[in-house]
T-cell receptor
Framework: KAGVTQTPRYLIKTRGQQVTLSCSPI?????VSWYQQTPGQGLQFLFE???????NKGNFPGRFSGRQFSNSRSEMNVSTLELGDSALYLC?????????????FGEGSRLTVL | AQSVTQPDIHITVSEGASLELRCNYS??????LFWYVQSPGQGLQLLLK??????LVQGIKGFEAEFKRSQSSFNLRKPSVHWSDAAEYFC????????????FGTGTRLQVTL
């Protein structure tokens, strides 16, 4: 079956713009999590959505937001981009929230902010 | 707050040699522990996980890890490394009841020489 699909794979924005990233989870998976990966801060948890509800949230400013649709697809949005937002944004899906199962990661969306 | 330390940033081993990657965690309760691997330009793939029970955990690709509560460690091992194992390895800890909100270590980059 198809894995986690993230679009776009690469994008370049300028400071002050906003960006929307998309994630399609594995079919049947209802939980979607987002992570930011940077050389300086490493992998950091952004948020998790399950059944269209945010279940967990990391320590990121309000400029970072997300949502999940009824088909479990998820989007994350970053407004008023800053240079420090340049990162690889990884989406991961799992069958349900709060479980002890496996997260399946997509290949990520690489955002460059100029 | 939970945390993970991977003391080795970069390790080089010869093909066929044994490997041990170190991971120390800090967590108040019984942790959920994971090892993930990331190849260049790829997302993360789960190698193995520990929730409870047998402290020696077997994973994919011939990897194993041992949970040692007294040392707060969860080191990853492989008896014979293959050139295809060259990648970055991340140890992670999850809070009780969730495998989605993970705290990752800074990663260890493995180089394999032929």
């Amino acid at each position: 079956k198809a894995g986690v699909t993230q679009t776009p794979r690469y994008l370049i924005k300028t400071r002050g713009q906003q960006v929307t990233l998309s994630c399609s989870p594995i079919s049947g998976h209802r939980s979607v999590s987002w992570y930011q990966q940077t050389p300086g801060q490493g992998l950091q948890f952004l948020f998790e959505y399950f059944s269209e509800t945010q279940r967990n949230k990391g320590n990121f400013p309000g400029r970072f937001s997300g949502r999940q649709f009824s088909n479990s697809r998820s989007e994350m949005n970053v407004s008023t981009l800053e240079l420090g937002d340049s990162a690889l944004y990884l989406c991961a899906s799992s069958y349900r929230t709060g479980n002890t199962g496996e997260l399946f990661f997509g290949e990520g969306s690489r955002l460059t902010v100029l | 707050a939970q945390s993970v330390t991977q003391p080795d940033i970069h390790i080089t081993v010869s093909e066929g040699a044994s490997l041990e990657l170190r991971c120390n965690y800090s967590y108040g309760a019984t942790p959920y522990l994971f090892w993930y691997v990331q190849s260049p330009g790829q997302g993360l793939q789960l190698l193995l996980k520990y929730f409870s029970g047998d402290t020696l955990v077997q994973g994919i690709k011939g990897f194993e890890a041992e949970f040692k509560r007294s040392q707060s460690s969860f080191n990853l091992r492989k008896p014979s490394v293959h050139w295809s194992d060259a990648a970055e390895y991340f140890c992670a800890v999850g809070a009780t009841g969730t495998a989605s909100k993970l705290t990752f270590g800074t990663g260890t980059r493995l180089q394999v020489t032929l």
